[in-house]
């Protein structure tokens, strides 16, 4: 009987498709192919084989693809991936698979010259520097040979031409070295040391379970980055490859510094900003096991190892982790599920961890490392609020004078200070003072965020941009137009008013110049080059800056009142994970944070210093409110063109919702963003008791539903981060 192979291909379709597998062509799964698809080819993933009649009207599997098989652990991961979020399998497996990127495959191998042996047609001085240089017959690349000869690029081209040089290919620079397990290092601390014991001891998990899942927690500086450095090291040793995920803003050269002062030499990295060729060669390297060490952002987790032996999640609380278009998935728990596949271990680090995986940990079903204070007994920076209702800043100034008088201190004792706004740009609104016009964007129900520095009007939602007008575009009173609150620049505008002979920086994620430039800031502010840092959440993250000894927290209230059930969370994370920037260096820190409401929980926690009572009252509020870990949610984002469409398709669908016991649907309810790129938005939200299957129930509900057409979209989206 003849062979069929189900085949599936990385688009938007639910089910692998039948071909044949014709005569002389052996398949197994997890091979990648080439198949007709209606009029074209494409590639896909052979999802199972088996000897079957095909009814003979099978169209044929062209042939296999040079390019490393999906091995079973990816495929499950792909499967469930599919399954948990609902989005079609074929997209699930785009995570793991591109199709071929036209731009990497136009791309040339490197060219190098090294001489011939002939000599030159038409001897010249030029001439006879380079030949005097290549006669050690070693191959060099053309501008190398030209700069060493002292020459210009086209004598060494016509003397390749002239043919006494020659042309060969340059082998590529391996991805990445081999990172050294046993490269000398430094000493570990009693408490350290035994933590990497735990981690190393980790038993590998059974597919059933999450025991080898392990919440490695301990505040910003306590050394669990060196701690999980040991059991990469340890997988290394052990022949088996280490993955380690890192929201995408962390992942800087500091970094990968501190990794080749660990393992002498830097690991391979995996981020969206890498492209073409060296994409392919990674996935090689990893499929191939020659890489045996990746440090990267969320997609890395679909890389196609071949002996995965540990993930590590760094900063698992962050919300970066949960990708939020085209397959909704979070990359910290599915690192959960990969390891489970892989029989591997999985350390989820953190300073704060999600209150998902302190109740996981508390309750046994992850093992809890724990590592006590910073490193060298360093203290924790001394945290005070202030009272916004008692200490007024001036008139049309942001900073308090208790702020103010904090800085100067610092400035004058030769530290730095940090001052923390998470808000882009100079002003969030700006509104016409003769008319009262406030400028929106035309596309999102979002006001307009003035930036100085590129003079214009900015949507963060889409991106829309105009130029500031002169004149108010409704009444067009002139100097009528004023910038309401503040954003970072603004801030620098003040602090520059204030300090006019220091050295200000302002960090945030649009920094002119693109992500080279602010590496190399970052990198002078690690140095103490600058005196007053600026700067949103991008350098609240990751980063060591050992000349801090002062934080600023300019609006520590920003984050609490978004109606998110992870307000709390979040804001006690970002401020924990800021205040935690100060003293990392020789001496102690302090933090100041401005609030309007000192007694806030969050704050009373951050100010008191007792994570501990955080988590409880947090998850106790949680268990009390059925909300994650100890019930679920998902939500459906209804979209259109048309507002009444997507509400009345939003209605359509909650009409015949049918919850059964224990599921409740809400909605529909106008999105907080109602509108974002010129679509009108509408989220339903269902909320269900923990033991729910909430993926077969939405299936359901889909399948009974009206189908969206026209411009309407449905998105799914299980576990959702962001409400708005
Ligand atoms: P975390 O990841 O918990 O924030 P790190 O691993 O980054 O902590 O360590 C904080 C700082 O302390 C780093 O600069 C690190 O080099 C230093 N450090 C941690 N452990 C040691 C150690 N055993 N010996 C020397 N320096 C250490
Ligand atoms: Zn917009």
Not at 649 to 678: F, I, T, Y
């Amino acid at each position: 009987m003849p062979a069929v192979a189900d085949i599936l291909i990385p688009l938007a379709l639910d089910t692998a498709y039948s071909y044949a597998v014709p005569h002389g062509l052996t398949l197994a799964a997890g091979d990648v192919v080439q198949v007709p698809l209606g009029p074209r080819e494409t590639i896909g993933v052979v999802w199972g084989v088996e000897e079957r009649a095909s009814g003979g009207n099978l169209r044929p599997v062209t042939g296999r693809v040079e390019a490393p098989p999906l091995s079973e652990p990816l495929r499950k991961l792909v499967d469930w991936l599919a399954r948990y979020t609902l989005a079609p399998k074929g997209s699930a497996l785009a995570m793991a698979l591109r199709l071929p990127d036209e731009a990497a495959q136009r791309e040339t191998s490197r060219i190098g010259v090294r001489a011939s042996g002939r000599p030159a047609s038409r001897p010249t001085t030029a001439r006879g520097k380079v030949l005097a240089v290549a006669a050690d017959g070693a191959v060099r690349g053309k501008s190398a040979l030209a700069k060493e000869a002292g020459v210009s690029l086209s004598v060494v081209d016509g003397l390749i031409d002239d043919g006494a040089l020659e042309a060969v290919a340059l082998v590529p620079e391996p991805v990445a070295l081999p990172p050294d397990p046993d490269h000398p290092r430094v000493p570990l601390s009693e408490a350290q040391a035994e933590a990497a014991r735990d981690l190393i001891a980790a038993p590998s998990p059974s597919p059933a379970e999450t025991g080898g899942t392990i919440l490695l927690e301990g505040v910003t500086g306590s050394g669990k980055t060196e701690v999980y450095f040991e059991a990469v090291a340890e997988c290394v040793r052990d022949g088996r490859q280490a993955l380690v995920l890192m929201p995408e803003i962390a992942l800087t050269a500091q970094f990968l510094d501190r990794f080749a002062g660990r393992f002498g030499v830097r690991p391979a990295t995996w981020h969206s900003g890498i492209g073409g060729k060296r994409r392919e060669r990674i996935r090689a390297g990893v499929a191939s096991g020659e890489v045996s060490v990746v440090v990267g952002a969320r997609s890395a987790l679909f890389l196609p190892f071949a002996r995965l032996g540990l993930i590590v999640v760094d900063e698992e609380h962050e919300s970066a982790y949960k990708q939020e278009d085209g397959v909704h998935y979070h990359a910290r728990d599915m690192a959960v599920v990969r390891g489970r596949f892989e029989r591997c271990p999985v350390v989820l680090a953190s300073a704060t961890p999600s209150i998902e995986s302190r109740v996981n940990a508390q309750s046994g079903r992850y093992r809890h490392v724990s590592l006590p204070g910073r490193f060298g007994g360093r203290p924790l920076p001394d945290i005070k609020a202030i009272d916004m209702r008692l200490d007024k800043p001036e008139v049309g100034r942001f900073l308090s004078p208790p702020m103010v008088n904090a800085v100067k201190a610092t400035l004058a004792a030769g530290e730095q200070a940090l001052l923390f706004l998470n808000r882009r740009g100079y002003a969030p609104l700006t509104l016409c003072r003769a008319c009262g016009h406030r400028y929106q964007c035309r596309n999102c129900s979002t006001w307009l965020v003035e930036h100085r520095f590129r003079r214009a009007l900015v949507c963060h939602q889409c991106g829309y941009a105009e130029r500031k007008p002169e004149a108010c575009t409704e009444c067009g009173a002139f100097d009528h137009l004023t910038p309401c609150g503040p954003g970072v620049e603004r801030i620098a505008e003040e602090a520059a008013e204030l300090f006019p002979d220091k050295r200000i920086v302002v960090l945030s994620s649009d920094f002119p110049g693109g992500a080279e430039r602010l590496r190399q800031e970052l990198e002078t502010v690690a140095a103490g080059e600058c005196d007053i840092v600026i700067g949103t959440q991008l350098v609240a993250k990751g980063h060591n800056f050992p000349h801090l000894t002062l934080v600023g927290v300019l609006d520590a209230d920003i984050g609490l009142t978004t109606g998110d059930p992870r307000a709390a969370e979040r804001t006690f994370q970002l401020l924990q994970q800021v205040t935690g920037r100060a003293g990392r260096g020789e001496r102690p820190g302090r933090a100041l944070v401005q609030t309007y409401q000192p007694d806030h929980p969050v704050i009373a926690a951050l100010l008191s210093g007792d994570a501990e009572r955080f988590y409880e009252e947090e998850i106790s509020a949680r268990e009390a409110a059925g909300l994650p870990p100890f019930g679920r949610l998902a939500a459906l984002i209804v979209s259109g063109e048309e507002r009444e469409k997507a509400e009345a398709h939003g209605q359509a669908l909650a009409r015949v919702a049918d919850p059964p016991p224990g599921v409740m649907v809400l909605g529909p309810a106008e999105a907080p963003l109602a509108l974002v790129r010129g679509r009108w938005r509408f989220r339903l939200l269902v909320k269900t008791e923990r033991g729910i299957d909430v993926q077969s129930y939405l299936r359901d509900w889909l399948a009974r539903g009206p189908k969206p057409r026209g411009n309407l979209k449905v998105a799914i989206d299980v576990d959702p981060q962001s409400f708005l």
